[in-house]
């Protein structure tokens, strides 16, 4: 009986400790590919086929994702080929973009619209 309350105990702790891990990411000079990042910070990084939500991102490269729920872009970013959605975007470059609902403030915004 002890064992497989033990057992329970170990199981419950790295659930909880996984779970914690998934919900914030700090991630400093990195490329990542194929990644949601939520309530997380990246700096540094490039940025690839991924989504971010309610993350903060400052001198990095973003290509092809999705910027959701009030993330902010700062610091010389580059966000390219991207859907944005409720976010802040401050002094960076924005290429071929889906741009909704969003505060933009000493960016550059190339391109055309990228079409849904």
């Given amino acids: ?17 996984t ?9 400093t000079d990195s490329k990542t590919n ?16 991924s989504t971010l939500e309610d993350s903060s991102v400052a001198d990095s490269t973003i290509l092809v994702s999705e910027i959701l729920g009030e993330s902010k ?24 973009r889906t741009i909704i609902n969003q505060t933009i403030t000493n960016s550059k915004i190339e391109g055309p619209d990228e079409e849904d």
């Fill in 34 to 49: 194929d990644a949601i990042f939520e309530n997380s910070t990246v700096t540094g990084s490039t940025i690839d086929n």
């Fill in 19 to 27: 779970s914690c891990a998934t919900k914030y990411s700090k991630i």
């Fill in 1 to 17: 009986m002890k064992k497989i309350l033990f057992v329970l105990l170990i199981t419950s702790v790295s659930l909880a400790l």
């Fill in 73 to 96: 872009v700062t610091n010389g970013s580059i966000i390219r080929n991207s859907t944005i959605e409720n976010s802040i975007i401050s002094n960076s470059t924005i290429i071929n």
